[in-house]
């Protein structure tokens, strides 16, 4: 078998209404660029609606479009390492299903990638369609977390890139199950160089991650890729400690001077604070605890329900992947 030149991944979930003119735009982006070498895999991530019909009748219809069902919900980011794992192709482009980000970018970022490097990968200029609220946070969350993390992951990216084999190989060896990939990307290093865009507003439906899953998704990335906020414990001791000492002195003085003082008030706000300290920092340490016990446990990212694809009409292929070994 030829080697195919590109890949394309593109994690799906409740996304029935903009599938078909996904697969359209994608496939023609791809025939530009690497005219019949390519393939278009399609991974559904549990959806509830008719995603995965729509997706059996685009590989039914083009023998290069593959579909992998999920067996059910895992997220983003492990629905997108699946795809990872499966694909085979020399360059594998990642993009999201709403068609926020153009497909048609991929003709410059190839020829970026000729030039040398690992991973071309999409910086946005402008977000068009989204809440102040969602700008708001993204723009909050990239500075946090590189304000944490040691490794530089570049602002207003997601995961909207195109990756080389080899750096792809080195994600598929990465064996942790919270899975951050933009963040992984960067650890990895290499050659990495942005393409500026402009974020379009979803194609349909909406979007994937309310509140709570962005909550998620930040504390997955901060606590991948940083154990900074064990060292909190540390920091608030040595600061309450050093007020203790400055309220001690307070109150001797006080004493001295014959002051008596009324307490209840400077008490309760003692307790309290340091109570809740003491919680935050129990949560931090319960956060890192739980993923050691996750790890721990060695299960396999997810489990493949069924593969449709131009040699496998119609088998159910039940089977988990993990590490390397396909
Ligand atoms: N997605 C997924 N599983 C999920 C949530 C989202 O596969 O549990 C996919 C979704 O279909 C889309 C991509 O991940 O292709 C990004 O999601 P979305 O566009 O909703 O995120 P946003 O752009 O709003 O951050
Ligand atoms: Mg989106």
Same mark, same amino acid.
């Given at each position: 078998m030829s080697k195919l030149k590109l890949s394309v991944v593109v994690p799906c979930f409740n996304e029935q209404d903009g599938i078909f003119e996904l697969s359209r735009r994608v496939t023609e982006a791809c025939k530009k660029a690497v005219d019949k070498s390519y393939e278009l895999i399609l991974v559904n991530d549990g959806s509830t609606d008719a995603t995965w019909e729509k997706?059996?009748?685009?590989?039914?219809?083009?023998?290069?479009?593959?579909?992998?069902?999920?067996s059910r919900n895992y997220g983003h980011q492990i629905a997108l390492s699946a795809g990872l794992r499966f694909c085979k192709g020399d360059r594998i482009f990642i993009i999201d299903a709403d068609l926020q980000d153009p497909p048609e970018l991929l003709s410059k970022m190839m020829l970026q990638m000729d030039e040398g490097c690992d991973v071309v990968y999409g910086q946005r200029n402008k977000r068009e369609g989204e809440t102040a609220f969602k700008k708001a946070s993204a723009f909050a969350f990239y500075r946090i977390l590189n304000w944490f993390v040691d490794i530089n992951i570049p602002k207003d990216t997601g995961d909207f890139r195109l990756i080389s084999r080899k750096a792809v190989e080195v994600l598929n060896n990465m064996p942790e199950q919270h899975r951050f990939i933009r963040g992984m990307v960067s650890w990895i290093g290499m050659r990495q160089e942005p393409i500026f865009y402009d974020r379009e507003p979803r194609f349909a439906g909406k979007t994937k991650y309310p509140l709570t899953k962005m909550i998620r998704f930040a504390i997955d990335a901060i606590t991948g890729f940083s154990i900074l906020p064990l060292r909190f414990a540390t920091w608030?001791?040595?600061?309450?400690?050093?007020?203790?000492?400055?309220?001690l002195l307070f109150v001797v003085i006080e004493n001295l001077l014959g002051n008596t003082i009324e307490g209840w008030t400077s008490l309760a706000l003692i307790i309290l604070s340091l109570g809740s300290i003491q919680?935050?920092?129990?949560? *931090?340490?319960? !956060?890192? &605890?739980?993923?050691?016990?996750? +790890?721990?446990?060695?299960?396999?990212? =997810? *489990?493949?329900? !069924?593969? &449709?694809?131009?040699?496998?009409? +119609?088998?159910?292929?039940?089977?988990? =992947?993990?590490?390397? !070994?396909?």
């Open positions: 997706m059996c009748e685009i590989s039914r219809s083009d023998r290069q479009v593959t579909s992998i069902n999920l608030f001791g040595v600061f309450t400690g050093l007020l203790a000492v400055a309220l919680l935050f920092v129990t949560g *931090v340490l319960g !956060e890192y &605890l739980g993923r050691i016990y996750i +790890e721990s446990k060695g299960r396999p990212l =997810y *489990v493949i329900q !069924e593969i &449709l694809n131009s040699d496998n009409f +119609e088998t159910i292929k039940i089977g988990s =992947y993990k590490k390397n !070994e396909e």
